[in-house]
C-alpha cells in the first residue's frame, strides 16, 4: 500500500476523521446520479443496500454523483428523493452533493501532482477505442502518455486528460487511471474514491454493472495510503427468461408502475421477490421486510456477488 505521509496535513486530518467514523460501525450509501427517474434497476440496488446497512445497524448515507453536469436534468435530485421516502428508505444525515465537493477532489488531485504521480494524456477516445478493439481480454491503458513530453496546458482548444501513475500491483488490473477528464470534468472514479474514503464509508453495495470500476477505484485509494474497502455488487435486473431488460424496460420507474396501481408496499414486495428474498406476490413495508430477513440474515448474503 503507499504512504499517506507525502499528502497535505489538512488531507491527512480529514483522512483521520473518516477512519474513526469507520470504526464506530457500518457505514454505507447509494449514489444515483441525477441524469432522470430512479429506474427498477437503481431502485432495488437501493433497496438492498439499505437493507445491508440496516442489518448491520450501520449509517446510509444518500450522496447524488452530478459531477457529470451535461447530463444533469432538471427535477432528478428531487425526484430522487421523494422516490426513497416513498418506498421507506431513509438515509442517515444532510444529503451529499459531489458538485459541493470540488475543492476536496482538486485538493487530492492536487497532491497526487505534487507527489510526481499524475501525467498529461493526450490520447483520443477513438484512438483508445481503436486500442480496445485489438485487445482480446478487458481494455487496460498501455501507458502511451506516461513517458511523453506532453505539454500540461491547452492545445488545439482542448486540454490533456491527467492520469495517475498507478502502484504495479494495479497496472495489469487497470491501467493508469484518468482523474480529470479532457473536458475539464473531474473523472468519475476520483471523485468517487475520495468520497468513499474521506466519507468513511467502509463497505460499496452497487448494481453489478459498475463491478469492473472497483480496480480503478482501489488503485486511487491504494494511491492516498488508504487501506481497501469492501465492494459488493447487486445483479442486474432481469426478465423471468433471464435475458437483460431491455432499455424501455430499463427506464422504468416509480411513476410507472403507480400508474399499473401499485402501493409502495407493493413495489418493495416486488423488487424483493425479484431476488427470491420473499415469495411471489408478497406487500410489505421496507421495515417489515428488514424484520424479515433479521431472522435469515443469510438470505441477503446469497443475493450479493463479489
Partial sequence: MASSTKLPQGLIDLLNQAQRLRRKG??????PSPTGPLHLGNLRTALISWLRARLKSGEWLLRIDDLDTPRN?????????????????DWDGPMIVQSQRRELYENVLSAFKLQGKVYPCRCTRSALAEINRSE?????????CRSLRIP????????PSLRLIVDKEFSSKCGDVV???????????????????????NE???GNDLASARHFQLAIIDSLGQKPLSYLHVPLFLNDDGTKLSKREQGIGLENLRLKGMSSEDVIGYLASSLDLVPTGSSLTAEELLKELRKSQSLIEKVLLP
Fill in 26 to 31: 457500518y457505514r454505507g450509501r447509494f449514489a
Fill in 73 to 89: 436534468r432538471a427535477g432528478a435530485i428531487e425526484s430522487i428523493q421523494s422516490d426513497l421516502h416513498w418506498l421507506g428508505l
Fill in 136 to 144: 482480446s481480454k478487458n481494455f487496460i491503458y498501455p501507458g502511451t
Fill in 152 to 159: 500540461w496546458s491547452m492545445q488545439d482548444g482542448r486540454l
Fill in 179 to 201: 482523474l480529470r477528464r479532457a473536458d475539464g470534468y473531474i473523472a468519475y472514479h476520483l471523485a468517487t474514491a475520495a468520497d468513499e474514503m474521506f466519507l468513511g464509508i
Fill in 204 to 206: 460499496v453495495v452497487r
